[in-house]
């Protein structure tokens, strides 16, 4: 039954892809051509376009996230969708207006054209394609979990504290998941309610009992979901090594080239050179509120640690009441906080209360990307696991920025930021950085 599910999953979900990438292709040049009747000719505009539009669509797709049906959220399917095919779209016709451009052709454009008459078809072709994704989208899911009815789960924990926070977890999920049993790992009879369960996640138990319940969870074929510690994290980019025929895992942590450190920061300089000067308007409408609005000074600093441990202020629109002294040592806002002006809560939501940290990059206190810049006291909490944030300079958005900001724990923080370090180099970069714009654009996990 599992196998003819998951072979019927796999069927269904292509169907739906295909069918979905087709739809979004005959859209975008159904409406172009129009007015370009080239591209559906076979001409070098037609070849150049199209793969524009193939190759953009498949590049973007990996870095956004594709039809991730049944792994993520229904919404962050749908806007990972969206997002890939707006700047498929924005690129393509880019493209085109160029191929569209000879002056010596009486029946081409003399110079490069941006606005017009195909600029609004563009526009309404993706509208046209935002009905389309949510059509496939909403049909996915709705085969999907008609396919895939809720697995039985069980927790296995160390504590309640911890089995509380899985489930909570797990709550998120509540059409791929039914949470059925909690047990602790000491008890007599885990193994049995681990047989009766189809998915069992394991949670703050010793290495040593965690390595038998593994064990047994693979022996009969049991899903595992490990809830994992910061040691997990640096262990799981560790590289297999073969030494006189004995395996062994080859741990070290990464480190960026010269030749890499050089293209970080000139890229660090650049777009923080260029965030300033395009935002300047929206920071100098941001400072004329918050100045009119009373509420102490329009900036707030504060000292972080940058790396090597270096000390450094932070710079950032001030979005709490002046009285509320704790924005001093408070981690993060939480859902309704008091202490947040409403101004400041239209900030934080879409993260502008963050841009003037492009001045803390440009004098290179922090970079685009990196891990959060950690206040000193948390530092002298630091664990040695905890110590490799600090071998590299903290960032503007990260992991923790696309994965739930506020609604994360230090502990899962931690590890985002671990994780990172263990992957580090421009192409993760990139990839952080474009899916941030849809985080930014959604206001996801910001309060």
Known sequence: ?????????????????????????????????????AILNISRTAGTTIATFVLTMLLLSVVYGGYEIGVKKMRSVFASISLATFFTDLITYVMLQIMNTNPNNPDANPSFTFWGEDLA??????????????LFVALGYRYYFRINPPLDCCIVASSQELAEHVASKMATFRQRYRLTDVVHYECPDVKQTIQDHDVVFLAGIPDTEEALLEAYCYKHNKTIYLLAELEDVVISTAQQNILDDAPFLFIHRMELTLTQMFLKRACDIVISMAGLVLTSPVMLATAIVLKASGNGSVLFRQDRATINGRIFQIIKFRTMYPENREEENCLSARKDDVRVTPVGRFLRK??????????NILKGDMSIVGPRPPLPKEVAQYSDWDWGRLAVRPGLTCYWQVSGRSNLSFDEWMRLDLKYIEEQGLWTDLRIIARTVGVVLRGDGAY
Do not use: H, W
């Open 121 to 134: 078809l563009l526009f309404g072709a993706f509208i046209l394609q935002l009905l389309m994704i949510y």
């Open 1 to 37: 039954m599992q196998r003819k599910r998951f072979y019927a999953t796999q069927l269904m979900k292509l169907c739906f892809q295909a069918l979905l990438y087709a739809s979004l292709f005959v859209s975008f040049f159904g409406m172009l051509s129009i007015t370009n009747e």
């Open 350 to 359: 879409y993260r502008i209360d963050e841009l003037p940290q492009l001045v």
